[in-house]
C-alpha cells in the first residue's frame, strides 16, 4: 500500500506513486497505467472507475483526482493490471483528507468553501453553510485562495439566511466569487475569563466545613468564629440604645478576665467610655486596676 497521502478535502488533487515488476524488486517504468486500470473506493461506500489515467513521469507516474471525488473523508485506489499474465504488481493508495469540516482531519476548520461575493466588511460564504445565525461569532476566517488571499479577520455577526460574514474592520482587497475561506475559532476569543466581581463571590461563598489543613486561613478563621459562637452567650444582648449603656450592660454580665472554648483568654474593661477586649494568653495584669491601659 502507498500513502496514506493527505490532501485538502473538496479540492483537485494530485498522487505521485510508482509500480514494481512482478518480482517486487525492481520498479515497473512503463506499466502507464490507464483507466482501465485504477478504480476509487470513496468513504468504503461507492466504487467508481478513475476519471483520469496516470500520467508517465519517467520512473513513476502521477494522477489527477478530481474535486467530486476528494470530497470525502477517505479515497482508496486500486492500481491493477488488467492484461494477461500480469505485466506489474497490483497496488493500493490511501488518501485521507484534511482542512474541512467533513474532511478525514478537519484540523481546527469549522466551515469551508469558496465565497459567493463580498464587500468592504462582509463575505457571503458557500450556499450550503449553516443557517444559524451568529454561529461564527468570534471565530476567525481566512481567506486561502483567489481574490485576497492571506487576510485574516474576526467575525462580528454572521447572518444564516443571507450566509453574510461580518467581520470586525474592513478588508484590504474585497472577497469576490473566486476567494476561498476557511473559518476557525479563536482561541483568544473562546475563554470566558471569571470577573473580580466573580471570584470574589466564589471565595466568599466557599464552605469552611471541607478545609482543614493546619494553621491555614481557613482553619484560623473557623476557630474565631467558634470562639465567637461560645463567647455570644457570655455576653448577653445589651439593652440600652445608646453606646455607653450598651457597654455598661455588656460590663455588667462580663468577669474581668474569662476563657472561651479552652483557647482564648479575654481581658475585658471600659477604658475613656470605651469597651476594650483583649484577646490571647495576657497575664493576669494586662489592665491595671482602675482602668489604666499598660
Known amino acids: 500500500m502507498q500513502g496514506p497521502f493527505l490532501r485538502e478535502y473538496g479540492q483537485d488533487a494530485t498522487i505521485n506513486f510508482h509500480t514494481f515488476e512482478i518480482d517486487g524488486i525492481d520498479l515497473r517504468k512503463d506499466s502507464a497505467p490507464g483507466v482501465?486500470?485504477?478504480f476509487m473506493l470513496l468513504d468504503e461506500a461507492v466504487e467508481v472507475a478513475s476519471?483520469?489515467?496516470?500520467?508517465?513521469?519517467?520512473r513513476g507516474y502521477s494522477l489527477v483526482i478530481p474535486a467530486v471525488d476528494m470530497s470525502n473523508k477517505r479515497i482508496t485506489?486500486?492500481?491493477?493490471?488488467?492484461?494477461?499474465?500480469?505485466?506489474?504488481?497490483?497496488?493500493?493508495?490511501?488518501?485521507?483528507?484534511?482542512?474541512?469540516?467533513d474532511a478525514m482531519h478537519p484540523n481546527g476548520v469549522n466551515e469551508a468553501g469558496t465565497a459567493q461575493s463580498g464587500g468592504a466588511s462582509v463575505i457571503r460564504l458557500?450556499?450550503?453553510?449553516?443557517?444559524?445565525?451568529?454561529?461564527?461569532?468570534?471565530?476567525?476566517?481566512?481567506?486561502?485562495?483567489?481574490?485576497?488571499?492571506?487576510?485574516?479577520?474576526?467575525?462580528?455577526?454572521?447572518?444564516?439566511?443571507?450566509?453574510?460574514?461580518?467581520?470586525?474592520?474592513?478588508?484590504?482587497?474585497?472577497?469576490?466569487?473566486?476567494?476561498?475561506?476557511?473559518?476557525?475559532?479563536?482561541?483568544?476569543?473562546?475563554?470566558?475569563?471569571p470577573s473580580a466581581a466573580t471570584n470574589a463571590d466564589a471565595v466568599c461563598d466557599e464552605l469552611l466545613a471541607g478545609h482543614s489543613i493546619a494553621d491555614s486561613l481557613?482553619?484560623?478563621?473557623?476557630?474565631?468564629?467558634?470562639?465567637?459562637?461560645n463567647m455570644q452567650p457570655k455576653i448577653g444582648t445589651p439593652v440600652t440604645a445608646d453606646l455607653v449603656g450598651d457597654i455598661a450592660a455588656v460590663k455588667a454580665v462580663l468577669p474581668t478576665s474569662l476563657t472561651v472554648g479552652?483557647?482564648?483568654?479575654?481581658?475585658?474593661?471600659?477604658v475613656?467610655?470605651?469597651?476594650?477586649i483583649g484577646t490571647g494568653n495576657f497575664p493576669d495584669d494586662v489592665f491595671r486596676d482602675g482602668g489604666a491601659e499598660t
Open 36 to 38: 482501465a486500470d485504477l
Open 51 to 58: 476519471d483520469n489515467a496516470a500520467t508517465d513521469e519517467g
Open 77 to 101: 485506489i486500486y492500481v491493477e493490471d488488467q492484461t494477461g499474465p500480469k505485466a506489474w504488481l497490483d497496488d493500493v493508495i490511501y488518501i485521507e483528507t484534511t482542512d474541512h469540516q
Open 126 to 193: 458557500r450556499s450550503g453553510a449553516s443557517a444559524v445565525n451568529d454561529l461564527f461569532l468570534g471565530q476567525i476566517v481566512t481567506i486561502i485562495a483567489g481574490t485576497g488571499i492571506g487576510q485574516s479577520r474576526s467575525c462580528s455577526s454572521y447572518d444564516g439566511t443571507l450566509k453574510d460574514l461580518s467581520i470586525s474592520g474592513t478588508w484590504a482587497t474585497d472577497p469576490d466569487v473566486t476567494s476561498r475561506y476557511r473559518l476557525h475559532s479563536d482561541a483568544v476569543t473562546e475563554i470566558t475569563v
Open 218 to 229: 481557613s482553619v484560623h478563621l473557623k476557630d474565631t468564629l467558634a470562639d465567637t459562637a
Open 262 to 270: 479552652g483557647r482564648i483568654k479575654s481581658a475585658i474593661q471600659v
Open 272 to 276: 475613656n467610655g470605651r469597651l476594650i
